[in-house]
């Protein structure tokens, strides 16, 4: 009978998948502030993540007409320019605010809508 830690090391290592990078000091993978604890609070650290200053991959500040572009500007310049309809949409509705959907309910063939009762009938 085999070991089954050593077989699964063994296989993880065949197949090329990379065993994971442990944390050392300052990395910025570290979450400092942990899970949050409620919608409230995600939404205001997603609100700090939002201005914080957009990077490239290089770890370099990215830089737009002279001013140093935030990851709100990067995710709405993305929307802006994005094929898909969706992003498009939700860019419209960050800028201008969303479209009112209006909604009517009418009866057979647009008349009044008629309710009935069990003892009406």
Same mark, same amino acid.
């Given at each position: 009978m085999t070991d089954d830690s050593s077989n699964t090391a063994q296989n993880s290592e065949t197949k090329g998948k990379p065993r994971g990078k442990p944390f050392v000091k300052g990395d910025p993978r570290i979450n400092r502030?942990?899970?949050? +604890?409620?919608?409230d609070a995600l939404?205001?650290?997603?609100?700090?993540?939002s201005h914080e200053k957009a990077q490239t +991959?290089?770890?370099? /500040?990215v830089v737009i007409n002279g001013h140093s572009a935030t990851v709100a500007e990067?995710?709405?310049?993305?929307w802006a320019?994005? +094929?898909?309809?969706?992003?498009?949409q939700a860019f419209i509705e960050v800028a201008f605010g969303k479209v009112?959907?209006?909604?009517?309910? /009418?009866? +057979?063939?647009?008349?009044?809508?008629?309710?009935?009762?069990?003892?009406?009938?």
């Open positions: 502030n942990g899970r949050p +604890k409620s919608f939404r205001e650290l997603a609100q700090a993540i +991959k290089d770890g370099e /500040t990067m995710i709405l310049r993305q320019t994005s +094929k898909n309809p969706r992003f498009q009112p959907v209006r909604t009517e309910l /009418t009866g +057979k063939d647009g008349g009044p809508v008629v309710i009935r009762w069990p003892e009406d009938t």
